[in-house]
């Protein structure tokens, strides 16, 4: 028994037509729901997915989503409308969420960028009508096989250089070298002062910025590493290098700086 099917592509809409849902505020298809979510993708990379309609012998209409378009789903995985930014940083090969919550970068997985596009689909096949292949959407577009690729894709839309974490950059993140080095230049620039004929030690200058890092909840950095980082910003803040003949009261020689002091305001 042999089942006659047409098949007609649907023709995507003309520039000014744009997915007019002032006429059909709901939508009636997977492309045209994600669409609507995305526009500025959708200028961008085109249709979100290829899709066919399929009408038996009865005359029954089918939507049947054929495959998605790799570089829009790639792109929706950072949504600045949202303001949900994620980034693949390329000199560690890792993904990075911002959190809202405490506006600092965190590390993901590609696994769960998977789990965040397969989310969407999930919810775009809730929200369909009764004449689209929801099995085809639900099923075989959220498969591993489908989205890994998409995923790995994103790195390149979605690539940050080594600018994206650096000390001079707005961008935080929860653990990395560059947070220390920020953390140092934010207690020199807020607590070191310029004092004439004061003496200030390294060993001091590390006690006061463990007590800074502790007022800001965050673990304080290595002593030898502290120190190979404060000598640096104090030079380009004071014009100063580390001294080896400074001597205190007592007459012991002293490693660190003359004419600095540290004021570390008293914490509430």
């Not at 649907?10 to 997977?30: L, N, Y």
């Not at 995923?151 to 947070?179: L, M, N, Q, W, Y």
């Not at 404060?230 to 001597?247: M, N, W, Y």
Request: proline share 5%.
């Amino acid at each position: 028994m042999s089942t006659n099917f047409q098949v007609k592509l649907e023709k995507g809409p003309s520039p000014e037509e744009q997915f007019c849902f002032d006429v059909q505020p709901q939508p009636r298809t997977p492309g045209q729901w994600f669409a609507l979510k995305y526009p500025a993708e959708v200028q961008r990379w085109g249709a979100p997915i290829l899709e066919a309609v399929v009408s038996d012998q009865r005359g029954n209409r089918i939507v049947q989503p054929l495959t998605l378009n790799d570089n829009f789903f790639a792109s929706i995985i950072s949504d600045g409308q949202l303001g949900h930014s994620v980034v693949f940083y390329q000199p560690e090969q890792q993904w990075f969420f911002h959190d809202p919550a405490d506006q600092l970068y965190h590390p993901t997985s590609e696994e769960k960028l998977v789990v965040l596009l397969s989310a969407l689909i999930s919810r775009c096949a809730g929200e369909m009508p009764a004449d689209v292949d929801l099995i085809r959407l639900f099923r075989d577009l959220r498969s591993d096989e489908v989205l890994k690729p998409i995923v790995k894709r994103a790195r390149a839309i979605h690539a940050a250089d080594s600018t994206f974490f650096s000390t001079t950059s707005s961008h935080r993140r929860v653990e990395g070298p560059e947070c220390h080095t920020q953390l140092a230049r934010g207690f020199v620039r807020s607590t070191v002062k310029a004092e004439k004929d004061r003496l200030l030690s390294v060993g001091e200058c590390y006690e006061r910025f463990s007590e800074y890092c502790r007022n800001h909840s965050v673990e304080a950095v290595h002593r030898n590493s502290f120190k190979q980082l404060i000598v640096e910003i104090i030079k380009e803040e004071f014009g100063l290098g580390l001294r080896k003949d400074l001597q205190d009261a007592g007459g012991r020689y002293l490693l660190g700086w003359k004419g600095l002091a540290v004021e570390l305001a008293e914490r509430n």
